[in-house]
Nanobody, 121 residues
């Protein structure tokens, strides 16, 4: 079982910035695609951004130009830089990844426990 280490959430004012990180601990054979999702109160979980193991990225229209997803493969860590934050960005942000942990030979999709981001004055 893989348990991500998520950090960086909290309270931020509108227009501010915040950086989330998601680290995959333990011995890992390979991490494939990774992504950030979010869920606001009373709404369904939605995709925020994804990144392949080769570095190709994809963003939800609502965050394009404001959020940047990246990863450090050497440290098994993914980041989400969030700029120009809006109150509608308030949500629990979840890390997601397809991982082959040691000693498994096949990939499994894993979810983080989530980190709260609140954008409010």
């Amino acid at each position: 079982q893989v348990q991500f280490v998520e950090s960086g959430g909290g309270l931020v004012q509108p227009g501010g910035s915040q950086r989330l990180s998601c680290q995959v601990p333990g011995i890992i054979r390979r991490i494939y695609g990774m992504g950030w999702y979010r869920q606001a109160p009373g709404k369904q979980r939605e995709l925020v951004a994804t990144i392949t193991d080769a570095g190709s990225t994809n963003y939800a229209d609502s965050v394009k130009g404001r959020f940047t997803i990246s990863r450090d493969n050497a440290k098994n860590t993914m980041f989400l830089q969030m700029n120009s934050l809006k109150p509608e960005d308030t949500a629990v942000y979840y890390c997601n990844a397809d991982i082959t942990p040691w000693p498994s030979l096949s990939a499994t999709n894993y979810w983080g426990q989530g980190t709260q981001v609140t954008v409010s004055s």
